[in-house]
């Protein structure tokens, strides 16, 4: 079975298909000083491209792991998630309070899906 890589670098890809799954990194805001929905819905949109490119959609988004600097922002996460999932085809999801790797990040969203 073969392996593509999207947008692949030294350290790590954006996308890998491997099969009929697509595995997506966890992604963050381009635009750090955007709130926790506008971070969400910059993530959002990268998902989308990646799974374009990847030859699927949202709809056939597998799982999803969410990590919030403050998890009391679920909410306004949510709010713009709720808008973006596809209806009737909600993944199996987690999210969770953590630290993030650069200061301003709010939000980051890892998703596999299948073809």
Do not use: C
């Not at 993530?43 to 030859?55: R, T, V």
């Not at 009391?72 to 993944?91: F, L, R, Y």
């Not at 969770?96 to 998703?111: D, N």
């Amino acid at each position: 079975m073969s392996i593509k890589r999207i947008n692949a670098g030294p350290r790590m890809s954006s996308a890998v298909v491997h099969g009929d799954t697509v595995y997506l990194a966890g992604l963050t805001a381009d635009d750090s000083s955007l709130d926790v929905k506008g971070q969400t819905k910059q993530i959002l949109a990268k998902i989308d491209k990646f799974l374009a490119e990847a030859g699927t959609d949202k709809s056939k988004v597998l799982s999803a792991n969410i990590w919030l600097t403050d998890i009391a922002t679920w909410g306004q996460m949510n709010e713009v998630w709720d808008a973006w999932v596809s209806p009737g085809n909600a993944p199996a999801r987690a999210t969770v309070e953590a630290k993030l790797a650069a200061p301003g990040l709010k939000v980051e969203i890892m998703v596999q899906a299948a073809k």
